[in-house]
T-cell receptor, first 111, second 115 residues
C-alpha cells in the first residue's frame, strides 16, 4: 500500500477554510483515497473518500489531481468543534479491512 | 441503528496478567477489526474477523488473539501483558457487502494501562 505524508499540525481560526494536503506518490491504480477524523478519546470517523477529481459531501470536499499523487481535504468555514486529528489513508479497492493509519494532521481551530 | 460499543472503558492491569476486551459491532455488520493506538500515534491494525474466522492480521505477536461470535460481537485477548501494551484499543465494524471501500465504524475504545 502507498505510504502517505501529511503535515503534523495546522492552525486555523473559526470561519476560515482549511485545506490539508496529503502526498501519496506510490498510489496504485486500484487504490482509493480516504480521510478519517478523530476527536480526543474517541475512535476515528470516516469523512470522505475519492478516486479522482472532486468529491463533496455535507462535511468536506476532497480534491484529487489527475496524477493522483496527492490529495487535498477541504473543510469549509471551520468551527472550534473541528479541532481534531485528520488521517489520510490509501485503501485498496479489494480492501480486506486493514486500514493503515499514519500520524495524521492535528488541526487546532482557534476562536 | 446501534453503533459500535466497547467494554470496559478503562482498565488497569499488571505486567504478566491477561486481559479480555469486548466489542459489539454495528447492526448489520459482519466484520470486526481491532486496532491498537499508542499515545500520539495513529491506530495500528491488529487483526480482523469475518464470519467468526480471522481474516487478516497485522504485525502483532500470537499473545494477541481474538474471537468473533455468531452475533458478530468480538473479543480481543492479550496474554502476558507488557508495559508497551498500554494503549487505546479500538474496535471497528464494517460490512464487506457495501458502502465505500475502507469505511469502518469505530467504537470509543478501551483505554488499557499496564503497570
Amino acid at each position: 500500500l502507498a505510504k502517505t505524508t501529511q503535515p503534523i499540525s495546522m492552525d486555523s481560526y473559526e470561519g476560515q477554510e482549511v485545506n490539508i494536503t496529503c502526498s501519496h506518490n506510490n498510489i496504485a491504480t486500484n487504490d482509493y483515497i480516504t480521510w478519517y477524523q478523530q476527536f480526543p478519546s474517541q475512535g476515528p470517523r470516516f469523512i470522505i473518500q475519492g478516486y479522482k477529481t472532486k468529491v463533496t459531501n455535507e462535511v468536506a470536499s476532497l480534491f484529487i489531481p489527475a496524477d493522483r499523487k496527492s490529495s487535498t481535504l477541504s473543510l469549509p468555514r471551520v468551527s472550534l468543534s473541528d479541532t481534531a486529528v485528520y488521517y489520510c489513508l490509501v485503501v485498496l479497492s479489494s480492501n480486506t479491512g486493514k486500514l493503515i493509519f499514519g500520524q495524521g494532521t492535528t488541526l487546532q481551530v482557534k476562536p | 441503528e446501534t453503533g459500535v460499543t466497547q467494554s470496559p472503558t478503562h482498565l488497569i492491569k499488571t505486567r504478566g496478567q491477561q486481559v479480555t476486551l469486548r466489542c459489539s459491532s454495528q447492526s448489520g455488520h459482519n466484520t470486526v477489526s481491532w486496532y491498537q493506538q499508542a499515545l500520539g500515534q495513529g491506530p495500528q491494525f491488529i487483526f480482523q474477523y469475518y464470519r467468526e474466522e480471522e481474516n487478516g492480521r497485522g504485525n502483532f505477536p500470537p499473545r494477541f488473539s481474538g474471537l468473533q461470535f455468531p452475533n458478530y460481537s468480538s473479543e480481543l485477548n492479550v496474554n502476558a501483558l507488557e508495559l508497551d501494551d498500554s494503549a487505546l484499543y479500538l474496535c471497528a465494524s464494517s460490512s464487506l457487502a457495501g458502502g465505500p471501500v475502507g469505511e469502518q465504524y469505530f467504537g470509543p475504545g478501551t483505554r488499557l494501562t499496564v503497570t
